[in-house]
């Protein structure tokens, strides 16, 4: 399973940003779906995840100003962005688990899947 990330870029304090993640490839179902971060000389980091059925957490730093939001049919995954701080600045990932299907004569089974997008840069100038 792939995940392709997009959005990003440089905004000032305050201002508001998009990201989304499609998932592709032979998916049977994703389980969770969300959004990590990694600031320069820090380890990376969850911001905020979504369950297949709407459930939703963040992270203290992002609470009230960031919303994670998933669209089923679309294998997709959003992270609305909002007051956005110079803290914020990171390359931003997102992730995907779930169960994909394994190909094996003279059928098929569900095996599980951990994936990663390639990350897309967030910056925030104060």
């Known amino acids: 399973v792939q995940l392709q990330a997009s959005g990003g870029g440089l905004v000032q304090a305050g201002g508001s940003l998009s990201l989304s993640c499609v998932a592709s490839?032979?998916?049977?179902?994703?389980?969770?779906m969300g959004w990590y971060r990694q600031a320069p000389g820090k380890q990376r980091e969850s911001v905020a995840a979504i369950t297949n059925d709407g459930n939703t957490n963040y992270s203290d730093s992002v609470k009230g100003r960031f919303t994670i939001s998933r669209d089923n049919s679309k294998n997709t995954v959003y992270l609305q962005m909002n007051s956005l701080k110079p803290e914020d600045t990171a390359v931003y990932y997102c992730?995907?688990?779930?169960?994909?299907?394994?190909?094996?004569?003279?059928?098929?089974?569900?095996?599980?899947?951990?994936?990663w997008g390639q990350g897309t840069l967030v910056t925030v100038s104060s």
């Open positions: 490839g032979s998916i049977f179902m994703i389980k969770s």
């Open positions: 992730n995907a688990e779930g169960w994909q299907v394994v190909t094996r004569a003279p059928g098929w089974y569900p095996g599980d899947f951990a994936s």
